[in-house]
């Protein structure tokens, strides 16, 4: 309908231009207009195809802490992603290719850093998504934090969405994983009312590895003041498209990727789905894949 009636517009237009005008128009714009149409068309594919290539990000993290038993020399290895923004635009059937490729790293424990759901639960629930979760192979689980958007998409039904998936959220609070670390979630900001990070971490044995998972990377002068070994935020998308990008680099000091604080090592993801539209242009989807180990 829309088109018809875009039609039905350029064709009254014509209709009362003057017929030396539209030959004018015709001979002098048409070919930049053609140009201008293939351009937009041509950057808005590369920025589909640009968006379907998901980046491995490799990150080796050396850590002064052990991890569990001080005689293992295997590192753990966590897949860490963010901003999967599951819904309408992102269906079932993208997930699970996700969720082959989580597969492939062998994982130790996969790491959620917020927005799972994009804004709404329902499609999540009539797909059943919280199946493909099951499929996801990480022998120590898969933990989460809130985004912005599971408040968006209803916290009630984004809670009951969690469990159904079988994943472990922490909401302000911290769990010890196999006797050898905590992994520690906060909630959003969107709770106005969340627990300062050190009332989280200040009854924990500091003598163990403290991961975080917050959505928002806001003050990462915290995590270095508190301990934190290693903290896994996304939320910023990097901008997704460029300019926007010069934007979320101005508003966080860091919007996507690696930063070191002290001992604390910090990594903003630019998130492994999207919001909107299916494209990227100067940014990336991505899965980051972590083997954390003890430095000698």
Same mark, same amino acid.
């Given at each position: 309908m829309a088109v018809k009636d875009l039609f039905g517009? +350029?064709?009254?237009?014509? $209709?009362?231009?003057p017929s030396d005008a539209i030959t004018r128009y015709t001979k002098e714009n048409w070919v930049g207009l053609g140009f201008m149409v293939g351009f937009i068309t041509l950057l808005m594919i590369c920025g589909y195809l640009k968006y379907q290539w998901k980046v491995r990000v490799e990150l080796p993290v050396?850590?002064?802490?052990?991890?569990?038993?001080s005689t293992s020399v295997k590192p753990l290895r966590i897949v860490a992603i963010s901003d999967l923004h599951l819904g309408y635009g992102i269906g079932k059937k993208e997930?699970?290719?996700?969720?082959n490729t989580i597969n492939a790293e062998k994982p130790d424990i996969v790491l959620i850093a917020g927005d799972i759901i994009d804004n709404s639960v329902r499609p999540l629930n009539e797909g059943n998504f919280a199946e493909s979760f099951h499929k996801i192979?990480?022998?120590?689980g898969i933990y989460a934090c809130l985004g912005n958007h599971e408040f968006i998409s209803g916290l009630k039904n984004s809670l009951d969405f969690y469990e159904k998936a079988g994943i472990h959220l922490l909401r302000d609070t911290a769990e010890l994983v196999d006797?050898?670390?905590?992994?520690?979630?906060?909630?959003?900001?969107?709770?106005?009312?969340?627990k300062p990070l050190n009332a989280l971490?200040?009854?924990?044995?500091?003598?163990?590895?403290?991961?975080?998972?917050? $959505?928002?990377?806001?003050?990462?002068?915290?995590?270095?003041?508190y301990g934190i070994d290693l903290q896994i935020?996304? $939320? +910023?998308?990097?901008?997704?498209?460029?300019p926007i990008s010069a934007i979320t680099n101005a508003i966080y000091e860091k919007d996507h990727g690696f930063v070191k604080k002290g001992n604390a090592n910090i990594y903003v993801s630019s998130g492994i789905g999207i919001w909107g539209g299916k494209f990227r242009?100067? +940014?990336?989807?991505?899965?980051?894949?972590?083997?954390?180990? +003890?430095?000698?």
């Open positions: 517009l +350029t064709n009254r237009l014509l $209709h009362f231009m050396q850590i002064y802490k052990t991890l569990g038993d997930f699970e290719e996700w969720v192979k990480a022998p120590l006797n050898s670390f905590y992994v520690i979630g906060r909630d959003d900001r969107s709770n106005k009312w969340r971490v200040d009854s924990l044995d500091k003598s163990k590895p403290l991961i975080l998972l917050d $959505h928002q990377p806001y003050n990462l002068e915290e995590t270095e003041a935020s996304g $939320h +910023t998308h990097q901008g997704q498209v460029w242009i100067g +940014t990336q989807s991505e899965y980051v894949v972590i083997d954390l180990k +003890t430095k000698e």
